[in-house]
């Protein structure tokens, strides 16, 4: 008989036509046994037999080699003696009653168990009660540091975000550097108070960085004439303000600083050792007051900042109430544009700052608080503060490209200079650096960033967390560090 | 024990000829299937991987580690062999991983818009909430509703309603028609009065610690969804699978405590296969982590059967905003593409970062115009896929060409985007993209398929079909060669008859010079099948197709292999 066959027609199948025979084949082979005595076993029936599979077959590590390597092979290919009837069907199930004969129970390698721990942990973000261990959190030539951090987001909320009315964050963290450094440090906030756009921040801390530099006040400030001082400060400060729309901020707020210099703890010469007297606030350090106003437009999308811009500014007020030499008023204005194209895997990244500061006749800006230039975080090509006066500009560009999801490589050209006289802001006469830097990342933030280069100084090299566009805490959400 | 084998043969093939075996033949035969290449139930429909097991083990798949192992390691059979699941002519018998559905029958606009949903959305009244999944990232919760069923609810982001529940909507029905197991999908609209939380429901945080469920929580894993007119939420509602959840399969090796489960993974064509349904709709999401493996009952056994899940980061979504446009073009991580972005300071650059796509919210980033069916990928390395061979693609396109512009109509429509923009530009896309994809992988072997015998006149004509012709992306072939043999089952020697060229699609079968027969004995002969085409010259590769007399049980087609190489950049 010839049928037109086709895969979808179910009538095909040798099993389905033999369905309804094989009662009677069955009764006539027992019949034909019976008499004959011969050993004949029913049509179907299966022979238990052994294959010796080796252990624990396609688990882990994957012995799938081995499983077909032991003539249990799978398909239309040669196959042990099976069953009687010759069918794949039987060949298959005889495989899986053979593999129930070797079952494993599905376990982690150490690679895996590893693997898993680590996530596990990392999304446990809470800590140990609140405890996490940081690094980071001091100025450039501290060295490698250590942090323990506590923190506490939205007491008494299940849920701190940014829309939680009545928030209250707490932060305390102490740290310590293989430089000497050290900190303590404890923070809060009080965010939209009675569901209004109203926020409150305070800080408490005490710092102290063991190993500062000064070259001398000015552009002209020579390398070779670097002195080392220690800085010990007390801070504290209480902000307001206001947040509505969620890109515009403006507030102020008060704010208190101790400080006192000493000797530093590297090779350089001692301050005292320059110019004496000379300079503003080396023999004795004041203690000031301060207030401040600000307002900011940040439209930057949130997380790694590729589009959008920041524009701010502040004023403050310093008054020494101990010495009465030192009070002076300082204007900081920073601007960061953000240029992204090719879908957002390109940036052009710009940043402009200008510190200004202002005194009366007789009065000064202590060294120690003036704007400095140098480091990871503005002339990147150059020592950190390297320069300092009492005014500084600084110019940051940075091509950014996504060469991978994870990390940008960036060409940045740095330029700026400090200066002591209001007269003195043009275009002219700055330090400039260039460089090249990689930056592993999210969406979330810059993870890490590596950047190289080169200035009329040298080559530098720099690797931190952190953009390399993030001032120091300039508006941030709980500290308000005085500088 | 001869003797009865030898009984057995006689009465089982009926109106056999025992003259045309000798005796010494029939002693000489060895006993059934040691050898033989085709067995008496080829090719074989339902591979019976339901035999009842004892529990197993929960074995979740870890994220992390997924990623880690799929990027770095090496994992699975290093050797690219031939699917192992397939029966004789190359399909996928049904199993408690695939069931042939649109690739093996027409199926209704209705039966392919219903899906797996066949026991309905959650029912009316008020639903409870039971609590909430841990993974992946979409906000969710559980519900339960009066009838005791159980459903996921997942919401899109505010700025981009309707991008997740549509993607999922519409691509748990392709995957379901296609043959995959997957779970119901409903899109609901509902306002949060129809929530309430059970008693003494909880939920596992981020940070792992246990709370019971407030009114906070689900006021908080709501406060993104998109809120229509009349506070009026829409969420996508995913049933729970039935059965007891025991974790994820691996594309690799096999479940060591499962004995059902003999295929290596990555050896099984559903699961190459799998490649391109998710390159036509764009699932890089499609890894080991978005797998389900459930412990069932039915019909009195309990096996593991297996499902795909989470569709809602295919097309140009990734469940929470639109998909990276590197989405189905590059692996997570490629050093090469790497080093070269980087060397060029980014002046090169991948060339699909100037795909033109419209800003539809409720779409993300789907398109066609650069989408190059052989070029697609997942988000990082999946191990079946890669050994995916030109005869796993061409089963898998073939299915995806059943796919009508119609029935993708009624898929999309499912999906009830409320802008018709979205409606127009996904059915445009996906139009595209199918043909782009089958195209590709029709091509990429020697796409010979519909064969079958035809009585005429007395005699036997084997016919087939060219599927590029079919569809459209070929001319008709200059010639088709066929070389005839005979087939010796037992011994899978062949010694050729006759070689013919022929203009159509269509050759007498020798019926007169079959080979020997087996143990069972049938007889064989084989067909071997070259297509000469001036611009697909790798079609000169045979398909290989093998005729079996079964005496009275009739003449059928027991075995097809195509080439499974792709064609190398020399043969083009």
């Known amino acids: 008989m010839i049928r037109r066959l086709h895969f979808a027609d179910p009538q095909w199948l040798p099993s389905a036509r033999l369905k309804f025979a094989r009662p009677a084949i069955v009764s006539l082979l027992a019949l034909f046994t019976s008499v004959t005595g011969l050993n004949a076993e029913p049509l179907g029936t299966v022979r238990e037999f052994a294959i010796a599979l080796p252990p624990r077959v396609a688990g882990f590590p994957l012995k799938v080699d081995d499983l077909l390597r032991s003539n249990v092979v799978f398909g239309k290919t040669a196959f042990l003696q099976q069953t009687e009837n010759g069918s794949t069907a039987g060949q298959w199930r005889t495989a899986r009653q053979a593999k129930r004969t070797n079952l494993a129970v599905p376990e982690k390698t150490d690679v895996e168990a590893g693997v898993v721990w680590i996530d596990t942990t990392r999304r446990r973000r809470g800590g140990w009660h609140g405890f996490v ?95 080392g001082f220690s800085e010990t400060m007390r801070t504290g400060g209480v902000v307001l303000l206001w947040q509505s729309p969620s890109w515009f901020y403006v507030g102020g707020g008060i704010g208190y600083r101790d400080t006192k210099l000493g000797e530093g703890n590297n090779a350089y010469r001692s301050l005292r050792d320059v110019n004496l007297g000379q300079l503003p606030g080396d023999v004795e350090q004041a203690e000031h007051i301060a207030y401040d106003g600000f307002a900011q437009v940040d439209w930057r999308n949130k997380g790694y900042h590729y589009r959008g811009g920041l524009y701010a500014i502040r004023w403050s007020d310093w008054r020494d109430r101990k010495l009465g030499a030192f009070n002076f008023k300082k204007l900081d204005i920073e601007v960061q544009q953000y240029l992204p194209f090719l879908m957002n895997k390109r940036v052009i990244a710009f940043r402009a700052r200008a510190i200004l500061t202002d005194t009366e006749p007789g009065q000064e800006v202590p060294f120690y608080l003036m704007p400095t230039l140098g480091g990871t975080r503005d002339l990147r090509g150059f020592n950190h503060d390297r320069f300092r006066d009492r005014n500084m500009i600084l110019l940051n560009v940075e091509y950014r490209t996504e060469i991978w999801a994870a990390m940008d490589l960036a060409l940045f050209v740095d330029t700026g200079k400090v200066f002591r006289e209001h007269s003195d802001i043009n275009l002219m006469d700055l330090s400039t650096d260039y460089g090249i830097g990689l930056r592993l990342k999210s969406t979330l933030a810059t993870f890490l960033r590596a950047d190289f280069a080169f200035g009329d100084e040298g080559f530098h090299t720099a690797i931190r967390a952190g953009s390399s566009f993030d001032s120091p805490s300039l508006f941030g959400r709980l500290l308000q560090v005085m500088q | 024990m001869a003797t009865s084998t030898l009984l057995l043969v006689f009465l089982l093939t009926g109106s056999f000829s025992a003259s045309n075996l000798s005796a010494a033949q029939l002693g000489a035969s060895p006993l059934f299937g040691s050898s033989a290449v085709f067995n008496r139930d080829d090719p074989i429909a339902v591979d019976e991987d339901n035999l009842g097991i004892d529990a197993p083990a929960d074995w979740p798949v870890y994220e992390l580690y997924d990623l880690f192992e799929n990027l770095f390691q090496d994992r699975g059979d290093p050797d690219q062999k031939r699917a192992v699941n397939i029966n004789t002519i190359g399909e996928v018998p049904d199993s408690s991983w695939f069931t042939n559905r649109i690739g093996a029958r027409e199926m209704s606009v209705e039966e392919i818009a219903t899906g797996p949903n066949l026991s309905g959305p959650p029912a009316d009244g008020q639903w409870k909430v039971i609590g909430r999944p841990g993974a992946g990232v979409t906000p969710k919760f559980m519900i339960e509703d009066r009838k005791g069923s159980r459903f996921i609810f997942k919401f899109d982001p505010m700025e981009y309603p309707e991008i997740a529940s549509g993607a999922e909507i519409i691509s748990s029905k392709f995957f379901h028609a296609f043959g995959y197991n997957v779970a119901e999908t409903y899109i609901v609209s509902f306002t949060k009065d129809r929530l309430e939380i059970a008693s003494g429901a909880t939920f596992t945080t981020d940070t792992g610690v246990t709370l ?38 691996r594309f690799f090796g096999t479940r060591p405590d499962d004995p059902n489960d003999i295929f ?117 390395p999946n191990v079946a896929m890669d050994h995916m061979d030109a005869a796993d693609a061409f089963w898998a396109a073939r299915i995806i060409d059943k796919f009508s512009e119609k029935l993708i109509a009624a898929v999309v429509d499912e999906a009830q985007f409320s802008d018709p923009r979205a409606v127009v530009y996904v059915n445009e896309v996906l139009r595209k993209r199918s043909n782009k994809a089958v195209n590709h992988w029709i091509t990429q072997t020697n796409p010979l398929d519909e064969f079958a015998l035809i009585g005429r006149g007395g005699s036997v004509v084997l016919e087939w079909e060219n599927a590029a012709v079919r569809v459209g992306v070929a001319t008709d072939a200059g010639s088709y060669g066929v070389r005839w043999s005979t087939f010796d089952n037992r011994t899978s020697s062949e010694f050729q008859i006759s070689d013919q060229e022929v203009g159509t699609t269509r050759i007498g079968v020798p019926v007169n010079a079959w080979g020997s027969p087996d143990a069972f004995g049938y007889r064989y002969l084989r067909a071997h099948i070259f297509t000469h085409h001036a611009d697909f010259k790798w079609w000169k590769e045979p398909v290989i197709v093998t005729v079996r007399d079964k005496g009275a049980g009739g003449v059928d087609i027991v075995g097809i292999d195509h080439p499974r190489e792709y064609p190398s950049l020399n043969s083009r």
């Open chain 2, 264 to 380: 290596p993974h990555e050896h099984r064509r559903e699961l190459r296969g799998y490649r391109v349904i998710s390159a036509w709709l764009n699932h890089d999401d499609s890894r080991a982590l978005n797998t389900y493996d459930s412990f069932v009952e039915e019909d009195e056994r309990r096996f593991i059967k297996h499902y795909l899940l989470d569709f809602g980061s295919a097309l140009g979504s990734a469940s929470i905003g639109p998909n990276e446009p590197r989405g189905g073009n590059e692996y997570l991580f490629e050093g090469e593409l790497v080093w070269k972005s980087a060397l060029t300071l980014g002046i090169w650059h991948r060339p699909w970062l100037t795909a033109d796509i419209p800003a539809i919210p409720s779409i993300g980033n789907f398109e066609a115009e650069h989408f190059l069916p052989q070029n697609w990928k997942p988000e990082y």
């Open chain 1, 133 to 227: 261990p940081a690094g980071g959190g001091f100025p450039s030539g501290a060295g490698p540091s250590f942090r323990i951090i506590w923190n506490k987001e939205g007491i008494g909320v299940r849920y701190p975000d940014e829309l939680t009315p009545n928030r209250v964050d707490l932060q305390g963290s102490v740290g310590l550097s293989l430089r000497g450094y050290y900190l303590g440090l404890f923070e809060g906030g009080w965010q939209r108070i009675g569901g209004t756009p109203v926020h409150m921040n305070f800080h408490v801390g005490y710092q102290h960085n063991a190993n500062e530099s000064f070259y001398g006040l000015g552009k002209e400030s020579a390398l070779e004439d670097r002195a």
């Open chain 2, 212 to 249: 019971e469920i407030d009114q906070v929580d689900v006021d908080h894993w709501m406060s993104n969804a998109p809120v229509g007119p009349g506070g009026v939420y829409r969420a996508l509602a995913s049933k729970i699978i039935p059965g007891e959840a025991v974790g994820g399969f």
